[in-house]
């Protein structure tokens, strides 16, 4: 992966190799920091550059600083100003992704929340893929669990829980899955190291609720009214136990990062007849569409980086 050039830090714009902090930065030791993870597609019938429900991000990014008492002069409007400062002076022409990060900033020995400097930063980078196998996933039920809300609240991206997302990750790739589900403390399907899951079963796309200890995913979100206003399909939010992923039709993770990834086997067992389905095929071709501006009744989720 090619670094940034540049980085939004300190309140400007400098050469990425500027942007740096000292080891004893208090989020660095701590995890006492949280990001975001946002997409911008390029259009090149359009020559223009689509940023992703920027708004819908940078409000989940400041409510992640809100858990950890960080304050910030700055409303979802402003990030998305900068981002598209930033990616202007980045001249990107290709699919972007695009890291927000706040973190405590003093560098001191102490853990809290409170009496702390809040600092933020913001870089982009050319990105494709996230999950090498997109279409045909294999993915276990990992032997961690999930952080749980009263542990570290996982509807916000908190830096510190993603060492929870780590373990997840490097278990089940060393174990040559692609990806993992990870169970609540009760036993239910939370989700993905760094996406939501959805199944289908008998026609109704189901998924876990909020409570879950899910983050609220936009992608998610963005599934959710894709499926029910474009394909009439029905979208439960509901526990779901570990079997029902064994039993279903179709699964499939969600994300920024792993757009609409299919899952065709779970632990060895194959997801319906092992090919991505028709309702995953389906809202893939959807999803593709509306990131790029293509359709005219999603275009309020598209912020044009470029002047028309
Ligand atoms: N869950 C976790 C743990 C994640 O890190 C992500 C990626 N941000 C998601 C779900 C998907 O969220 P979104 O669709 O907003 O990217």
Request: aromatic share 10%.
């Amino acid at each position: 992966m090619d670094l940034p050039n540049y980085a939004f830090f300190r309140g400007k714009i400098v050469p990425y190799s500027e942007a740096k902090v000292g080891v004893l930065t208090h989020g660095l030791n701590y995890g006492t920091a949280a990001f975001g993870g946002v997409r911008a597609y390029w259009n090149d019938a359009d020559q223009q550059l689509w940023l992703f429900r920027p708004l819908d991000h940078y409000r989940r990014f400041l409510n992640s600083g809100k858990l950890l008492c960080m304050e910030f002069d700055q409303t979802p409007e402003s990030l998305t100003q900068i981002t598209i400062e930033l990616l202007r002076t980045e001249a990107f022409r290709c699919d972007v992704y695009i890291r927000p990060l706040a973190y405590k900033a003093d560098e001191i020995i102490g853990v809290r929340l409170h009496n702390l400097i809040d600092e933020f930063a913001i870089v982009a980078l050319p990105f494709n893929r996230y999950v090498a196998n997109d279409t045909n996933a294999h993915v276990t039920i990992s032997s961690w669990r999930r952080v749980d809300d009263n542990v570290i609240p996982a509807r916000g991206k908190i830096a510190g829980a993603y060492a929870n997302s780590a373990f997840i990750k490097t278990d089940a790739l060393r174990a040559g899955f692609d990806e993992a589900l990870v169970l609540t403390n009760e036993g239910h399907i939370s989700e993905g190291s760094a996406e939501n899951v959805f199944m289908v079963r008998d026609g109704v796309l189901i998924t876990p609720s909020i409570t879950e200890n899910i983050l609220e995913g936009i992608t998610r979100r963005t599934v959710m009214e894709l499926a029910r206003q474009e394909m009439g399909l029905q979208v439960v939010e509901r526990p779901i136990d570990r079997t029902e992923v064994y039993l279903c039709d179709e699964l499939f993770l969600s994300g920024t990062a792993a757009q609409i990834t299919a899952a065709t086997r779970v632990d060895h067992r194959p997801v319906g007849d092992a090919q991505m389905g028709p309702i995953t095929t389906r809202l893939r071709e959807l999803f593709n569409d509306v990131v790029r501006g293509r359709l005219p009744q999603y275009r309020h989720w598209n912020t044009a980086v470029y002047p028309a």
